[in-house]
């Protein structure tokens, strides 16, 4: 044990020093000018914007339920999925992970995806936190409304966590807890961090007074928002990111002893179905709380959160009906988050009728990606993280596309020079700039992930010895039992 904890402890501060190295590399002419997104309310503003109160206690109050969509609302969809000898290590490294990601979000995480530094990845002026005070504040999506820094780093903190966490459930059930620590420490500073920063990272709308104010602005965003993809909260950064690592990790870390001939089977569908209930009820703070505002578009974002995954659960739970003879709870929670995972990118930024479809159109194609093409990628995602949430994802990112287009109940895309929403929506063109984010996510994400799953096998390991799988993880890997006889 003594062995692994120096490797890991090694891993890390490899982790760490390249991290930081590669920000000081790319981007040194940032590095003395580095800001955080709250400069913009800071730059010669007088008097001083102060946050609204409302405001302040919303998106403290979104914070707290995304948290709980972890803890313990995935923690328990997870468990309940798995057998019952690996329960257990399913919740510990939902909470470990939780934890850990969330350490290393005040210490370099929001600094790298938050601040300044160039256009895929921010700079050092926050690490540690240096310079937040409660006086601090953040740009949102609106000219003079600000909230305190403080509750942007950790409502931001809050989706970094869940990320991480959504990657384990691929390869649930042989893989090493070391490996995984290690693995997450790597995913998270290389991936999350720079397609974070890439998607949603800009200044705030502060500054902007005309063309070339609002050219000058964009030019200091992330690489993808400068291209125009919208995000409202998490489809590519959240979703597609970590789906796309958990499918390779399936394969690097290989099938489970007995996959396709011994029966699998979820261990407790009572655990499955309150975990995508909390999933569901966290999800409001998820997609209102992006937000960053108790507004209209909160308001929007909530009702499109509610009308998806309802016709999510009704469309899987009505083809399973179809197909199978019988609808499920499986199929209906499945549902429930294939629909929640679909309207994540488009929250904000569709009409309720759009929301609708995405839903409907997620439950089916979904059940699809955890059935037919599990099976042509031959592939052991023991959880079918990819299936519900890369599947879901990339649908949500493309038609929120589609479904943004005011003439369909979109929003459209905001001018700040105008302040009203641009009248020229092309659904043609924003569906090709949508198709750069999933595709950019999906390569960066993959190749990050290959990478950093070999680095962990050649320092710990990542699976389990056979004896130790067969035996149950949560006996092997933590020395204890969920269900005692």
């Not at 709250?38 to 109050?61: E, F, H, Q, R």
């Given at each position: 044990m003594l062995t692994w904890m120096k490797r890991l402890l090694a891993g890390s501060a490899m982790a760490l020093a390249i991290g930081a190295t590669s920000v000081m590399v790319a981007s040194p002419a940032f590095a003395?000018?580095?800001?955080?997104?709250?400069?913009?309310?800071?730059?010669?503003?007088?008097?001083?914007?102060?946050?609204?109160?409302?405001?302040?206690?919303?998106?403290?109050?979104?914070t707290a339920l995304v948290i709980l969509m972890t803890l313990p609302g995935l923690a328990l969809f997870y468990g309940?999925?798995?057998?019952?000898?690996?329960?257990?290590?399913?919740?510990?490294?939902?909470?470990?992970?939780?934890?850990?990601?969330?350490?290393?979000?005040?210490?370099y995480g929001y600094s790298f995806a938050f601040t300044e530094g160039g256009a895929f990845i921010g700079g050092l002026d926050r690490l540690f936190l240096a310079g937040i005070t409660p006086d601090s504040v953040a740009a949102t999506f609106s000219k003079g409304i600000v909230i305190p820094e403080y509750v942007f780093m950790a409502f931001q903190a809050a989706f970094a966590t869940i990320t991480c966490c959504l990657i384990v459930g691929s390869f649930a059930e042989r893989a090493k807890f070391s490996a995984i620590v290690l693995f997450v420490i790597l995913w998270f500073t290389f991936s999350y961090l720079p397609i974070a920063h890439m998607v949603w990272?800009?200044?705030?709308?502060?500054?902007?007074?005309?063309?070339?104010?609002?050219?000058?602005?964009?030019?200091?965003?992330?690489?993808?928002?400068?291209?125009?993809?919208?995000?409202?909260?998490?489809?590519?950064?959240?979703?597609?990111?970590?789906?796309?690592?958990?499918?390779?990790?399936?394969?690097?870390?290989?099938?489970?002893?007995?996959?396709?001939?011994?029966?699998?089977?979820p261990h407790n569908l009572?655990?499955?179905?309150?975990?995508?209930?909390?999933?569901?009820?966290?999800?409001?703070?998820?997609?209102?709380?992006?937000?960053?505002?108790?507004?209209?578009?909160?308001?929007l974002a909530f009702v499109n959160t509610l009308l998806a995954t309802a016709a999510a659960v009704l469309s899987w739970s009505v083809a399973e009906w179809v197909l199978k003879g019988k609808p499920s709870m499986l199929g209906g929670a499945s549902g429930c988050v294939a629909g929640l995972v679909a309207i994540t990118p488009a929250a904000g930024f569709v009409g309720p009728m759009g929301a609708l479809v995405i839903g409907a159109a997620a439950?089916?194609?979904?059940?699809?990606?955890?059935?037919?093409?599990?099976?042509?990628?031959g592939s052991d995602d023991s959880l079918d993280v990819f299936g519900v949430h890369g599947v879901g994802g990339i649908l949500?990112?493309?038609?929120?596309?589609?479904?943004?287009?005011?003439?369909?109940?979109?929003?459209?895309?905001?001018?700040?020079?105008?302040?009203?929403?641009?009248?020229?929506?092309?659904?043609?063109?924003?569906?090709?700039?949508?198709?750069?984010?999933?595709i950019v996510t999906l390569i960066w994400s993959g190749v990050v992930s290959y990478i950093a799953f070999k680095l962990v096998d050649i320092v710990v390991g990542l699976r389990v010895k056979e004896d130790e799988e067969r035996e149950g993880l949560d006996i092997s890997s933590h020395g204890e039992s969920a269900y005692e006889s």
């Open positions: 003395d000018e580095a800001k955080p997104v709250a400069a913009a309310a800071a730059v010669a503003a007088a008097p001083a914007l102060v946050p609204n109160k409302g405001d302040t206690a919303w998106i403290l109050v979104c309940g999925l798995t057998r019952s000898k690996n329960i257990l290590s399913v919740l510990v490294q939902c909470m470990f992970v939780f934890a850990l990601i969330t350490v290393l979000w005040s210490l990272f800009w200044p705030g709308p502060d500054d902007i007074k005309d063309a070339a104010s609002l050219e000058a602005i964009t030019a200091r965003a992330g690489w993808l928002w400068q291209k125009g993809v919208l995000d409202f909260a998490g489809g590519t950064v959240v979703h597609i990111n970590a789906a796309i690592a958990g499918l390779v990790g399936s394969f690097v870390v290989g099938k489970r002893l007995g996959y396709g001939k011994e029966a699998m089977k009572v655990f499955v179905m309150i975990g995508a209930s909390l999933l569901w009820f966290g999800w409001f703070g998820f997609n209102a709380g992006s937000a960053l505002e108790a507004n209209g578009s909160a308001a439950g089916a194609i979904c059940l699809w990606g955890v059935s037919g093409l599990k099976k042509l990628l949500g990112a493309l038609l929120t596309g589609v479904f943004a287009d005011p003439a369909l109940g979109g929003t459209g895309i905001w001018d700040y020079v105008a302040n009203a929403a641009a009248p020229d929506y092309s659904i043609a063109s924003q569906l090709w700039i949508q198709s750069q984010g999933v």
